[in-house]
Every structure is written in C-alpha cells, then in structure tokens.
C-alpha cells in the first residue's frame, strides 16, 4: 500500500477530510480518522488534544504523524536539540486522558506532546511504534 499524505492545522478547515492544507484536519479529527497506510502532516502551531485514539498502523503499512513548518518534510532531517514546541515545532497540548495516537506501529516526528492537567498521560505507547525528534513533558509536578 502506498502512503496517503494527510494535513493538519490548528483550524483544520474546509471539507475537513485531511487530504491538503486547505482541507485539513484539526489534529482530534485526525485521532478519529486516520488508517494505517496514512503520513499525518501536523503544520506547526498550537494544537489541542482533547481525546486519544487506539488506531492502528501495522507491520507493512505504519501510521506516521510527523510536524512541519511550511512544507511537509521540512523538520525530517533535523534533530530537535534546543526547537521550543509551537515556534520550531507543533505543540500537541492535551486536557485529559492518554494523548494522541497510541496504537500500534505509529511512528512519529518531530513534534512536542504536553500534559495540561494532573490527570493527562503525556504519552502511551502501543507495540511496536517509536518516536524520533519528539519531545514530551508535563504541566503537574506529579
């Protein structure tokens, strides 16, 4: 299966079916919707997160949800070192519960994952899937 580009934008915006910039996805959107075959495209920003997806990716067709600045693939080869989330990279805020993508064979770039409240997991990870140049952190001191 080939990969299927898909965007998104702090907005999203007009069929909201992910398949450009000018019809991209708001990043819970793509927790519903994305398939296993698909590169999700997070355009840099603040991105809210206020559910969490057990899609699933698999050995011959991973889920990638990578960021980028104006073009997608733009942040591939840089390591993250000293970007700060939302003005080098998107910044992926959650409200509750376990944030984002946490299927399996998900493979992700490029992006900083933030807890906002005590009860927001930063991250789980399901079998087989990685992050590379991501950056998680947490609000409560617990």
Not at 72 to 98: E, F, H, K, Q, R
Not at 101 to 116: C, P
Not at 121 to 135: D, E, K, L, M
């Amino acid at each position: 299966m080939a990969i299927i580009e898909k965007y998104v934008t702090v907005a999203g915006g007009g069929l909201h079916d992910g398949t450009s910039e000018a019809d991209a996805w708001t990043y819970d959107e793509a927790l519903a919707n994305a398939v296993a075959g698909d590169r999700v495209n997070v355009k840099l920003g603040t991105h809210s997160c206020t559910t969490s997806s057990a899609t699933n990716g698999t050995v011959t067709d991973p889920i990638y949800v990578r960021g980028y600045v104006s073009t997608i693939g733009d942040l591939d080869a840089l390591p993250l070192g000293t970007m700060v989330g939302a003005t080098d990279i998107p910044l992926i805020l959650g409200t509750g519960g376990n944030l984002g993508f946490r299927g399996t064979h998900i493979n992700q770039s490029h992006l900083e994952y933030r807890g906002t409240t005590a009860s927001t997991y930063v991250w789980y990870f399901g079998n087989s899937s990685r992050a590379t140049s991501c950056r998680f952190t947490h609000a409560s001191a617990s």
